[in-house]
């Protein structure tokens, strides 16, 4: 991987074939998670691949401030001295990162000193209702700024609860989980449908007592009170960032692109399934695993693409990857509905309102909905400035309509693609894609 470009401004022209084998930065959930373990685990932990990112420096920042030893051999390989937590000196600023923010809330709902989570102007819009609501039933002294960010927190004792989610969230999931390793007795969680089960698998493999139960394994319910065991992981490539790739692959003429090492964890891999389902030449290959987590090679060759129906659980296992899937939807033949998608309207953006609104500057014509969208294609993209809206999976999917439309685009504030995949402009312009990552220029 080579250094991030990390420019204002993506000019990205069509033509010619995306070719070549590459790989993508570490899995982001992981990533937070990781740093998260390896503090609160007792000794001192290897993380490989690490994601060096802007939300996971985020919550690394954070967990430095707690006074956490951390060595840095390079940007993506970190020792980390766990078990020795303090309190910070003031408020932790978690930028952009809802999965930093919120998972760090549960940590420190357990812990015997007060802090202050904060975040970006972005960030303060975003709900945290959903994790103080449960924290507070288990006893947590915890206050928001009327539901948001910043969370005041205070030590208070912890008691075992079961709660069901209201919203198939991984995000709330893992807070409750993390607070219940406070707890005085364990604590279940009942999910409407399968969340993405990363804190389940690592806090598993440090030797927690945590069980599944219940026909989908949808019951969860961890021991409190263990020791940790220090983490040692090479982290996956994160098939979230592959996504973009692939689709380029799919909609680009003659492309034939392969992404190696990618997460192929069943609660991610939604986007593989529905790509598929379109008709798209997807291959796995080398599939084996790694820090419990499956893995292996996906290779994408171009491919006409149809329209489909998405709801239901495949919605939960792809959530992230519904503002790229809105770009293969727009190129692909017949109707594409996706339905029960109201959370994209809880993201860094509303992801629903921000993809429509960007791609109709592209002459795209689409249908939103309460829950998700409609979109009748293939239709043609023109060239158009769009923006980013400071959200790095907006930013890309933008720079990938821009790569299959007739005369290319400039998609404004996009350096926020760091905030997940640093690199990837560089990645794109390595296959082949005419993407000029500077200041505003005509298309
Ligand atoms: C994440 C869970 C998802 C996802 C986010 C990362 C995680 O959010 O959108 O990008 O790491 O747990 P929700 O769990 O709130 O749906």
């Not at 998609?411 to 200041?439: M, Q, R, W, Y």
Request: charged residues 20%; contains cysteine.
């Amino acid at each position: 991987m080579t250094a991030d470009l990390r420019h204002e401004h993506f000019t990205i022209r069509p033509g010619g074939a995306l070719r070549g084998a590459l790989t993508v930065p570490g899995d982001k959930s992981i990533s937070h998670r990781a740093v998260m373990l390896a503090a609160i685990a007792q000794g001192v932990s290897e993380i490989r691949n690490w994601l060096a990112a802007g939300d996971t420096e985020a919550t690394l920042g954070a967990i430095r401030e707690l006074g956490v030893q951390i060595e840095r051999q390079d940007a993506n390989t970190l020792t980390i001295h766990g078990g020795a937590m303090r309190q910070a000196a003031g408020p932790l600023n978690l930028m952009n990162a809802g999965t930093g923010i919120r998972l760090l809330a549960g940590v420190m709902a357990g812990q015997d000193f007060p802090s202050v989570l904060d975040g970006s102007v972005q960030l303060r819009r975003r709900p945290m209702k959903r994790i103080t609501a449960p924290l507070k039933l288990m006893g947590a002294d915890i206050e928001s700024h009327n539901g948001a960010c910043p969370l005041h927190i205070r030590p208070a004792k912890l008691t075992g609860i079961t709660y069901e989610l209201p919203v198939a969230s991984a995000q709330v999931k893992s807070a409750i989980l993390l607070a219940g390793l406070y707890g005085d007795a364990p604590t279940t969680v009942i999910q409407p449908g399968p969340a993405r089960d990363h804190s389940e698998r690592m806090l598993r493999s440090l030797g927690v007592e945590i069980s599944q139960d219940g026909a989908d394994g949808n019951t969860i319910t961890v021991v409190p009170n263990q020791h940790l065991n220090p983490l040692n992981m090479t982290v996956p490539g994160d098939v979230s960032s592959a996504a973009f790739l692939l689709v380029a692959g799919l909609l680009a003429p003659d492309s034939d692109l392969t992404v190696k090492g990618v997460n192929l964890n069943p609660t991610r891999t939604g986007i593989i399934d529905a790509l598929t389902e379109m008709g798209a030449d997807i291959q796995l290959s080398n599939v084996s695993e790694q820090a419990g987590e499956p893995i292996g090679d996906i290779r994408a060759r171009t491919s006409q693409l149809r329209g489909i129906e998405i709801g239901g659980e495949t919605v939960v296992r792809m959530i992230d990857e519904f503002p790229i899937l809105m770009v293969a939807a727009l190129k692909a033949e017949g109707e594409t509905i996706v339905r029960d998608a109201k959370e994209l309207r809880v993201k860094e953006t509303d992801r629903i309102a921000v993809m429509a609104g960007e791609l109709r500057k592209m002459g795209a014509e689409i249908e939103e909905r309460d829950d998700g969208f409609r979109i009748i294609g293939p239709q043609n993209l023109t060239g158009a400035i769009v923006d980013g809206h400071d959200d790095h999976r907006i930013a890309m999917s933008l720079t990938i309509a821009g790569l299959v439309s007739a005369e290319g685009t400039i998609v404004t504030d996009a350096a926020c693609a760091g905030d997940s995949f640093p690199g990837f402009a560089e990645a794109l312009i390595n296959c082949g894609a005419k993407l000029l990552p500077s200041a505003a220029q005509s298309p």
